[in-house]
């Protein structure tokens, strides 16, 4: 009981005391990162009407340790669901006896690319879908099979395999598609708004005390340009909705669900936030 | 430019909510009743990989191991000894204990003359803030021993 | 449980070079001291023993505990006394076992 009581206190301690924030231990670090010879761009200049100058790729603030386990694509766990996805990408599933290889017979070439552009306006849904949803509609209308559960592995898999084509690349939006600006303009809304009964929001922690320490660890700016992310925490991939979630729920808040119109409102702003920045995937954090 | 972050307002309420899911947290995060091991229980175990022998800590078993963990699930360690790997100067074990554990038992390395080296390298899991041990055994009986203690961060909010 | 070895080491080397082998496989190392959302105790299964030889010679093994992180992965190094094949072996505690082979040419 005494141990619960001094955890409750510290928490208590962090959020009412604003002082405890504010130190200089949690600053990214000045390094460089390159995966299997491919130049990753962990800082990048921030995009006309950005509250930062520069961003940070997450990377910078992670330890020694966890950097040099993303810098090596071979130790990456992440890489075993990489792998999966390339595996998934012949297998054939659903009523058209088809594969995703049915269609996109060069994942390597075909694929490059996307993974860095979504979410993208999609015209039939009349909403901006991500990598996850467009795997789903391809399934459902061209190979006649079920979408996938939500972070069903195989989901995960086949996202981080797409995303990884696209590894180096930079993270570009295209908001004038459709009505991306007013899902853009939806999701800063949230991004912004105190939420749960420990009233915070997004920005309170990643924009206000980005590179501060909470407790022990370091607050990234919460660039989502690594997802899916192999948490060392889960000991597997995690994808960006349910890493939301997480962090709404650290709020004390109810969560919106999946592929909601909240978190894909949510996603194409804080996809924004990272423009420029490499893709990453499969990133490794804590 | 650092903004303030707004005090909450508290109330009896609130504190309790969040008391709650502090507790809730430490329940589901961390393995449940399950007594942790002691640096006796570690030292027990050492005592009998040594077989009688007094364990030197001279600095011939080098122990590296990262002084803060950012997650306990995958923490770095590894061995080696300086050591020709023949004859009497020939490193047969090296076991690698981790004191504040559920178990203390890690891995036991075994090498061979086509080892060329003694290293080693993987992954462990650290329950807590704690001192890993590393205790390697020589051909002639000879055990050398290396400590480091690694503190294991827990995660901003827990999430 | 879907479990796939990964190697690396060099595919050649001088007689008598010591060189690196890394290692990693894909498993979960369910350490038996969790519990589920229903409160029982999820039963262990971990790879609890990984051996390497060398044209069928023992060169290195580790006796493991739950206490490796999922995943595992190790990294030792082998002195190359002539051309031959690496086989790999891990245990499951469910009987499986994982196997992969890896050759080098001595020059």
């Known amino acids: 009981m005494k141990t619960k009581v001094i955890l409750a206190a510290s928490v208590l301690a962090l959020f009412s005391s604003p002082a405890m924030l504010v130190t200089a231990y949690g600053d990214p670090a000045e390094a460089e990162l390159s995966i299997d010879g491919e130049k990753i761009a962990v800082t990048a200049a921030a995009p006309e009407g950005h509250p930062f100058d520069t961003l940070y790729s997450g990377w910078l603030y992670r330890e020694p340790e966890t950097r040099a386990l993303e810098e090596d694509s071979f130790e990456n766990p992440g890489m075993f669901g990489v792998e999966q996805g390339a595996e998934l990408w012949s297998v054939v599933e659903g009523s058209a006896g088809k594969s995703c290889e049915s269609c996109h017979a060069n994942p390597e070439e075909d694929m490059k690319g996307v993974g860095a552009s979504y979410p993208k306006w999609d015209a039939d849904s009349k909403r901006p879908i991500n990598i996850e949803l467009q795997i789903d509609k391809c399934r459902e209308e061209n190979m006649g099979a079920e979408p996938y559960k939500f972070d069903a592995p195989q989901q995960k898999a086949l996202t981080a395999f797409i995303k990884h084509q696209s590894l180096g690349m930079p993270v570009k939006l295209d908001l004038s598609e459709g009505e991306m600006q007013k899902w853009w303009d939806q999701g800063k809304e949230m991004y912004y708004t105190r939420t749960g009964q420990l009233n915070l929001s997004c920005s309170n922690c990643h924009e206000d005390h980005s590179g501060n320490m909470i407790r022990a660890d370091h607050l990234s700016q919460g660039q989502v340009n690594g997802f899916p992310t192999y948490r060392l925490k889960q000991s597997a991939l995690v994808s960006v909705h349910n890493r939301f979630r997480g962090c709404i729920r650290d709020t004390r808040a109810e969560f919106p669900k999946a592929f909601s119109d909240d978190l894909m409102a949510l996603e194409t702003y804080v996809t924004w936030r990272g423009s420029g920045l490499s893709v990453e995937t499969p990133a490794v954090r804590q | 430019m650092v903004k303030e972050v707004h005090p909450m307002e508290m109330n009896r309420r609130s504190v309790l909510g969040i008391v709650g899911a502090a507790t809730t947290v430490a329940a589901i995060g961390l393995p449940v009743g399950i007594a942790n091991a002691t640096p006796e229980d570690a030292m027990a175990k050492v005592r009998e990989f040594a077989g009688g022998k007094e364990p030197q800590t001279g600095g011939k078993l080098t122990l590296n191991t990262p002084e803060i963990a950012e997650n306990g699930n995958s923490v770095p360690v590894g061995v080696s000894v300086d050591s020709a790997m023949e004859g009497d100067d020939m490193v047969e074990e090296i076991m690698i204990l981790a004191d504040g554990n559920p178990n203390p038992d890690v891995v036991t390395f075994k090498f061979t003359e086509l080892s060329g080296e003694a290293v080693a390298e993987t992954r462990m899991r650290l329950a807590k803030t704690q001192d890993v041990v590393a205790v390697a055994k020589m051909a002639n009986g000879d055990v050398h021993m290396a400590k480091a203690p690694v503190k294991v961060t827990i995660g901003g909010c827990g999430g | ?107």
Do not use: C
Not at chain 3, 43 to 70: G, H, L, M, W, Y
């Open chain 3, 1 to 107: 449980m879907a479990s796939k070895p990964r190697v690396k080491l060099p595919k050649s080397a001088s007689a008598g070079e010591v060189i690196t082998v890394k290692t990693l496989i894909s498993h979960e190392m369910e350490s038996g001291q969790r519990k589920d959302k229903n409160g029982e105790v999820i039963p262990r299964q971990i790879i609890n023993k990984f051996t390497v030889t060398f044209n069928e010679k023992p060169v290195f093994e580790a006796d493991i505990e739950p206490a490796i992180s999922s995943n595992p992965y190790f990294e030792f190094s082998v002195k190359v006394p002539e051309s031959g094949t690496f086989h790999f072996k891990w245990e499951d505690d469910d009987g499986s076992v994982y196997e992969t082979e890896e050759a080098i040419e001595v020059a």
